[in-house]
């Protein structure tokens, strides 16, 4: 709020001390979280508006990261486009062939963190909207784990400013100005502002000076020497400029200035006088009439129709409009369309189909050229290469305008034919017509994509989430595509999960219930969700963020158990740290499932608690526990393990995932088989104290007697060992075995209950 105002401060001083600053306090965007560029679903949209005539105008940028960001040059697309959505293909993904992508005011800028705080100036902005695209993109050759930048977060902060220029002289149809130039006012600024029933129309100008007069004009933004739509140079005191036949409601701007400034050594006098054209059939006066159309709105989201007002049945979503053009006249119809922030975030479609006449001799080389263009109907020759159609007789063509730019639209169809005069006047083609407007693409993405409504910054738009790696605006570009390997990808990940079986079978064996369950849990929705988490042919027991959410519950649940499982506590504790760390699981994964920081924790504490019963028990009994040989059979399973996190945190990457998450089920799980505690190896250990305690009672009877009077000089009670096989209590009355001992086997006989004790507490 402070950066705010400081930057609003300034703003105001700037402007009192230059009356031709503007500034659009509404044009600040801070701290706009931007992401990688997979589709444009990843895109950011901003809107920016320049209301009057300008000079120059600024988009100052600034770049800010959040969390640990390597220092890898991530390049940062930021492209301007005026009157529509940025189109691009940053990754070179191809369209459909019938788009039409080449884009008017369209500007690019890549930097990276290496630029700071860049700046993007246009000279002479076209009036009106501008949008701005923005997203992060990685270099393709890089493989990123998946788990590599979850911690990096990159805003953009944006303020637009820009430099207006204030127009003293407008001027109107028939009525002259007069414009002085000085050393104080080398250039001068006029505009005019078009009406409807404006056909053509002529700028005529007289001076008092030989000097040249330099005329410039530029349709909705101020000329400049080097950007300008139309341009004369007055000699001889007079000078004439023509300017194409305009639709209504667009603003010409005039530049009026000399092309020597040692001409102005006294001031030069002139005026200005426009005046319209009249249409005439032949010459340069000739004036193509066009016909307005309606536009038809449907129930979805740029879903419209535009009908020619001739047509009167609006009832029918299929009409088309249908004309006939042949030789005996001149055949030349144009179509005028709107296109404005209601259908900007569709796409433009223009479909045709020609017949020619069955009596029209097939030898007759007849067509129809059409051309698309913004502000003015134009013929084919002057059409734009990329917007001209050409329809052969007997034939479909269709042409697409993704993301339209905001403008009055014209469709021009001229009757084209090659061949002698009588042949021509008599080869009849009849063409059937119609404009419309869609989401994303009529197939609704195809095959392999979904249509989405998005909406970025209140600016909404339609785009294809694709999918089986198809790419592109509508998912046809298949140079990336992996359908063939759709199955054996399902397969291994759902397959793999199998490999809890064993480790489920061996805890039953071990009677360790509750781990059999929790492993269990793991591989029943770890399959399931895995065969719903797929492009193509997915199968959902149930939705898909409950199946997402199970999987990752179960999937920390395993960990926390098998290592509350190799603690050395009672069982009793052992059940109550069960439920608390299942709960703990349904928690964090309930907060953020792909907080991977998070499930380090949860591991990290548990494994720490794990080692620190054992080394308690170990300096209690003054023995290593677990035993060197109980962990060496853990080094199996931890190397799995440490093999699978290796591979899951560094190696996991969005085009490996289907095989490298396999190994990670298999690892886990394999993992597990030795880490589950072995009650036969410690019953072993007990066997060997029985067989100690044997031997000293099988002592000859003489040595027994020593033993025994040595013993009650040391001790004059005779102590009673314990020895519990089954049950993990010391001291209970199950079995108990009287010895006499001396002070050698009081020794033995406290070491051997010790030991006994702490075997009992690791089952």
């Given at each position: 709020m402070i950066k705010f105002a400081l930057v609003l401060v300034f703003a105001c001083c700037s402007a009192q001390n230059s009356l031709f600053n503007g500034y659009d306090f509404?044009?600040?965007?801070?701290?706009?979280?931007?992401?990688?560029?997979?589709?444009?679903?990843?895109?950011?949209?901003?809107?920016?508006?320049?209301?009057?005539?300008?000079?120059?105008?600024?988009?100052s940028i600034t770049v800010t990261t959040e969390g640990k960001c390597s220092n890898d040059f991530t390049n940062i697309h930021f492209y301007l486009q005026y009157g529509a959505y940025p189109l691009t293909a940053p990754r070179n993904e191809s369209f459909p062939q019938t788009y039409?992508?080449?884009?008017?005011?369209?500007?690019?800028?890549?930097?990276?963190?290496?630029?700071?705080?860049?700046?993007?100036?246009?000279?002479?902005?076209?009036?009106?909207?501008?949008?701005?695209?923005?997203?992060?993109?990685?270099?393709?050759?890089?493989?990123?784990?998946?788990?590599?930048?979850?911690?990096?977060?990159?805003?953009?902060?944006?303020?637009?400013?820009?430099?207006?220029?204030?127009?003293?002289?407008?001027?109107?149809?028939?009525?002259?100005?007069?414009?002085?130039?000085?050393?104080?006012?080398?250039?001068?600024?006029?505009?005019?502002?078009?009406?409807?029933?404006?056909?053509r129309i002529i700028i005529l100008s007289e001076w008092s000076s030989n000097c040249d007069i330099i005329i410039l004009a530029k349709i909705n933004s101020l000329p400049n020497i080097s950007l300008y739509d139309y341009k004369t140079v007055c000699k001889n005191k007079t000078c004439s400029m023509e300017i194409d036949q305009l639709s209504a409601f667009i603003w010409i701007y005039f530049q009026i200035t000399v092309n020597n400034l040692s001409c102005l050594i006294n001031p030069i006098h002139g005026k200005m006088l426009i005046r319209s054209i009249e249409c005439l059939s032949f010459s340069n006066n000739f004036c193509i009439q066009s016909y307005p159309t309606r536009r038809i709105m449907f129930n979805y989201y740029y879903d419209f129709l535009y009908v020619p007002i001739y047509t009167t049945n609006r009832s029918n979503r299929g009409s088309t409009s249908s004309i006939t053009l042949n030789g005996k006249d001149l055949s030349l119809y144009s179509y005028e369309f709107i296109v404005d922030d209601r259908n900007i975030g569709g796409t433009l479609y223009l479909d045709f189909d020609s017949r020619i006449m069955p009596f029209v001799s097939p030898n007759v080389n007849v067509s129809i050229h059409g051309c698309i263009s913004k502000y003015r109907p134009l013929l084919f020759d002057r059409c734009e290469y990329d917007y001209r159609i050409i329809i052969e007789k007997n034939s479909m063509v269709i042409r697409s305008l993704p993301y339209p730019e905001m403008a009055l639209w014209y469709l021009?169809?001229?009757?084209?034919?090659?061949?002698?005069?009588?042949?021509?006047?008599?080869?009849?083609?009849?063409?059937?017509?119609?404009?419309?407007?869609?989401?994303?693409?009529?197939?609704?993405?195809?095959?392999?994509?979904?249509?989405?409504i998005l909406t970025s910054q209140q600016n909404v738009f339609s785009t294809c989430s694709c999918i089986a790696g198809y790419r592109g605006y509508g998912c046809t570009d298949d140079t990336h595509a992996y359908t063939s390997k759709h199955l054996s990808s399902v397969l291994f990940l759902t397959i793999s999960n199998l490999m809890f079986l064993p480790a489920i079978i061996l805890a039953i064996y071990r009677h360790l219930y509750i781990e059999a369950l929790i492993y269990f849990f793991n591989m029943f929705f770890s399959t399931f969700y895995h065969a719903c988490d797929q492009d193509i042919n997915k199968f959902c027991i149930f939705k898909y963020d409950g199946l997402q959410l199970s999987d990752f519950i179960g999937s920390y649940a395993s960990f926390v158990i098998t290592l509350i499982t190799m603690a050395?506590?009672?069982?009793?504790?052992?059940?109550?740290?069960?439920?608390?760390?299942?709960?703990?699981?349904?928690?964090?994964?309930?907060?953020?499932?792909?907080?991977?920081?998070?499930?380090?924790?949860?591991?990290?504490?548990?494994?720490?608690?794990?080692?620190?019963?054992?080394?308690?028990?170990?300096?209690?009994?003054?023995?290593?526990?677990?035993?060197?040989?109980?962990?060496?059979?853990?080094?199996?399973?931890?190397?799995?393990?440490?093999?699978?996190?290796?591979?899951?945190?560094?190696?996991?990457?969005?085009?490996?995932?289907?095989?490298?998450?396999?190994?990670?089920?298999?690892?886990?799980?394999?993992?597990?088989?030795?880490?589950?505690?072995?009650?036969?190896?410690?019953?072993?250990?007990?066997?060997?104290?029985?067989?100690?305690?044997?031997?000293?009672?099988?002592?000859?009877?003489?040595?027994?007697?020593?033993?025994?009077?040595v013993k009650q000089r040391l001790r004059p009670a005779q102590p009673n060992i314990n020895i519990n096989i089954d049950s993990p209590s010391i001291g209970t009355d199950n079995q108990v075995i009287a010895l006499p001992i001396d002070n050698a086997s009081l020794s033995s006989s406290n070491t051997d209950s010790s030991k006994k004790s702490t075997d009992d507490l690791l089952h």
């Open positions: 509404g044009q600040h965007y801070s701290r706009i979280r931007i992401f990688d560029y997979d589709s444009y679903s990843d895109a950011k949209f901003l809107k920016f508006n320049i209301r009057a005539p300008t000079i120059v105008a600024n988009w039409i992508t080449r884009r008017h005011n369209l500007f690019k800028l890549i930097f990276n963190q290496t630029l700071i705080n860049p700046l993007i100036q246009l000279n002479s902005p076209s009036i009106g909207t501008w949008f701005a695209m923005i997203f992060i993109d990685r270099p393709t050759s890089t493989i990123e784990p998946r788990i590599s930048n979850t911690g990096c977060n990159i805003y953009l902060s944006t303020w637009l400013d820009y430099q207006v220029v204030s127009i003293p002289l407008t001027l109107i149809l028939n009525e002259p100005i007069q414009i002085v130039l000085t050393n104080d006012k080398p250039s001068i600024y006029t505009s005019y502002y078009t009406l409807v029933g404006n056909s021009t169809l001229q009757y084209v034919c090659n061949g002698a005069v009588n042949e021509c006047a008599n080869a009849t083609l009849s063409l059937m017509f119609q404009i419309s407007s869609s989401q994303c693409t009529k197939q609704q993405c195809g095959t392999y994509g979904v249509c989405r050395i506590i009672p069982r009793t504790i052992k059940a109550f740290l069960f439920m608390l760390g299942i709960l703990t699981c349904i928690v964090i994964n309930s907060r953020d499932r792909f907080d991977h920081l998070q499930f380090i924790w949860l591991i990290s504490i548990t494994f720490i608690f794990t080692i620190l019963t054992w080394i308690i028990v170990s300096i209690k009994y003054r023995r290593l526990q677990p035993s060197s040989k109980r962990l060496l059979l853990y080094m199996p399973g931890f190397l799995l393990a440490f093999a699978g996190l290796i591979l899951f945190a560094f190696c996991e990457t969005d085009k490996n995932y289907w095989y490298i998450h396999s190994l990670w089920h298999i690892f886990i799980a394999s993992s597990i088989l030795f880490f589950l505690p072995h009650k036969n190896f410690y019953k072993k250990e007990n066997n060997r104290l029985e067989v100690k305690e044997q031997d000293q009672i099988d002592l000859p009877l003489l040595e027994r007697k020593k033993s025994e009077s």
